[in-house]
């Protein structure tokens, strides 16, 4: 067993032996122990463990092996916020908020009940809560294209889709949520696949199983001088699987339009369900940040940007000109709700 090999959930290191074919992961601290013959299947076990838990208590995060920075109080609040905020699509990206976002998303987490069965209503009022805090993000021009620049097309595995991840941009930006969606969802598992080592030419798709196996095996790379704090990061492949899991790639039922945000409805397009809401585009953009986060973190390459480099200044501008035309994408909206089956993106 590699003994480099270290993980955490919510600050609280996980254990990793190997007996046989089984690999056994646990936390000790919660009394967590599971196994299976993938390494990948025993963590996403204790994930979920650790997702029945929290549904009878919120878990308080371990906060003295982990040495946050001087921001330890913020990113326990993470760590808690993120235990509801999961359930409905989202994941706080430490970069992106300060602490008077942080304080209102607690607000917000502090009144939901997981025990709770939302109708659509009630989700939709919930996200957009969540999204009237997170859309400056979002939406954030400069940041937008610092990502894509020093970290999208720089990184293995997604940078040979920065490309599609740059036309989800252009079409988020103008507010063409139908694009930004139809784009992702196969983006997101193209990066997966990549991940895995698939290769079209030479093999059997493999299946969503061991995707997530395999995105759940992701190591932080310790070697790196520019990194991340590793508890975020572990974080972020945690969330990542949760999200993908659970609201993605949840079995579809028909009958409840929440739903209708999943892998299959939208890939074989199976009804007319308004899965290209503005608040799905929304999820699909974080989850896209936390690829991207997490497998630069993982990797050997190290790069950085020049924000006074010639290509994001040019793309930050033209990100920028695209948001401010927005008004005119008035005209394209009045045109869609000409169709019948065009349900609106809020």
Same mark, same amino acid.
């Given at each position: 067993m590699n003994q480099g090999f270290t993980k955490s959930v919510f600050g609280y290191p996980m254990t990793f032996d190997k007996r046989g074919d089984q690999y056994i992961v646990g936390i000790d601290e919660l009394e967590i122990k599971e196994k299976s013959q993938s390494k990948g299947r025993a963590i996403r076990n204790v994930f979920d463990k650790i997702k029945e838990m929290i549904k009878l208590n919120i878990i308080e995060p371990k906060i003295e092996e982990a040495k946050f920075n001087n921001y330890d109080k913020m990113q326990v609040s993470i760590f808690k916020i993120n235990q509801k905020l999961t359930n409905f699509g989202f994941s706080i990206i430490v970069e992106e908020l300060d602490e008077n976002d942080i304080k209102k998303l607690e607000n917000i987490c502090e009144n939901i009940d997981l025990n709770y069965n939302y109708n659509i209503y009630e989700v939709e009022g919930i996200e957009n809560k969540i999204i009237d805090i997170i859309m400056p993000y979002i939406l954030n021009t400069e940041h937008r294209a610092f990502n894509m620049s020093s970290i999208i097309m720089n990184t293995d595995h997604i940078s040979k889709f920065s490309h599609l991840i740059e036309q989800a941009y252009i079409s988020l930006f103008r507010g063409e949520y139908i694009s930004t969606v139809m784009v992702l969802i196969p983006v997101i598992e193209g990066v997966l696949l990549s991940l895995y080592g698939f290769d079209f030419l030479s093999g059997s798709k493999p299946k969503e199983n061991q995707l997530l196996n395999r995105w759940a095996e992701l190591q932080y790379n310790f070697n790196k001088s520019n990194n991340y704090n590793q508890f975020i990061i572990d974080e972020y492949i945690r969330a990542f699987i949760d999200i993908w899991e659970n609201t993605v790639f949840t079995k579809h039922q028909l009958a409840e339009e929440k739903l209708y945000f999943? $892998?299959?409805?939208?890939? #074989?397009?199976? =009804?007319? =369900?308004? +899965?290209? @809401? $503005?608040?799905?585009? +929304?999820? &699909? /953009?974080? %989850?896209?940040? &936390? %690829?991207? #986060?997490? &497998?630069?973190?993982?990797?050997?390459?190290? #790069? =950085? &940007? !020049? /924000?006074? !480099? @010639?290509?994001?200044?040019? $793309?930050a501008f033209y990100y920028e000109s695209l948001f401010n035309?927005? /008004?005119l994408n008035k005209v394209e909206y009045h045109i869609l709700n000409g169709h019948e089956n065009f349900k609106g993106y809020i």
């Open positions: 999943n $892998r299959n409805y939208i890939t #074989h397009l199976m =009804g007319e =369900g308004r +899965f290209y @809401s $503005r608040n799905n585009a +929304f999820k &699909l /953009i974080n %989850l896209i940040d &936390l %690829l991207a #986060h997490v &497998l630069y973190a993982c990797s050997e390459k190290e #790069h =950085g &940007l !020049d /924000i006074k !480099d @010639s290509d994001y200044k040019l $793309r035309k927005q /008004i």
